[in-house]
């Protein structure tokens, strides 16, 4: 059974720096990439980044390019988003999916982590 | 950047009845590769994730009821949910992966009860 769980809430000052996991298990770590999206409150979807868990390769949206880093863990089956610099407009739910190599699915989904950025 | 928009924002239907959402692109999501439209979509409840309902804009994912059905094709698709029921209550969401691995999300549509 294909699990996607994600770390707990995090409450951020600004300017900081977040760092959320995504543990897979239940299916072929390397044989799928990870792609983040985020959901501001009442808001809607926002793709942020993609990795390729096979060998690494990244691809982050625009608007958070160059604060945001994705990288994978093989021997936790895990990936790391981390997101520097943070602001208000950072709080959101993030959540982690699972992605096939056309892209066409992306079929399982994480639970999502609550980012709060507060002074 | 593909764009794409959803319309309605939100609508109410009454159970047993039709729910019709579309999603208009700003370019043709079309895949040469393929040979089929890189549009997907999701429903999302409150305080879940997304969950994949159609995929290559017309493909049920596994485990859905066959009253969800998507059509469209090159720029303007829609999704169809025949016979709406309680558990539909939602909010409704294109994406499309044509610039892969980029996606891009549509605004959402709310579909309730009426």
């Known amino acids: 059974q294909v699990h996607l769980v994600q770390s707990g809430s995090e409450v951020k000052k600004p300017g900081a720096s977040v760092k959320v996991s995504c543990k897979a298990s239940?299916?072929?770590?390397?044989?799928?990439?990870i792609t983040w999206v985020r959901q501001a409150p009442g808001q809607g979807l926002e793709w942020m980044g993609w990795?390729?868990?096979?060998?690494?390769?990244?691809k982050y949206a625009q608007n958070v390019q160059g604060r945001v880093s994705l990288t994978t863990d093989i021997s936790t089956s895990s990936v790391h988003l981390e997101l520097r610099s943070l602001g208000s407009d950072d709080s959101a739910v993030y959540y982690c999916a699972r992605v096939f190599g056309d892209f066409a699915k992306v079929d399982y989904w994480g639970q999502g982590t609550l980012v709060t950025v507060s002074s | 950047d593909i764009v794409l928009t959803q319309s309605p924002d939100s609508l109410a239907v009454s159970l047993g009845e039709r729910a019709t959402i579309n999603c208009k692109s700003s370019q043709s999501v079309l895949s040469r590769f393929y040979n089929k439209s890189s549009l997907a979509w999701y429903q999302q409840k409150p305080g879940q994730p997304p969950k994949l309902l159609i995929y290559?804009?017309?493909i049920r994912e596994s485990g859905v009821p066959d009253r969800f059905s998507g059509s469209g094709s090159g720029t303007e698709f829609t999704l169809t949910i025949n016979s709406l029921q309680a558990e539909d209550v939602a909010v409704y969401y294109c994406q499309q992966y044509y610039n892969t691995p980029s996606l891009t999300f549509g605004g959402g549509t709310k579909v309730e009860i009426k």
């Open positions: 990795i390729s868990v096979y060998n690494g390769n990244t």
């Open positions: 239940g299916y072929s770590f390397t044989s799928y990439g």
């Open positions: 290559w804009a017309s």
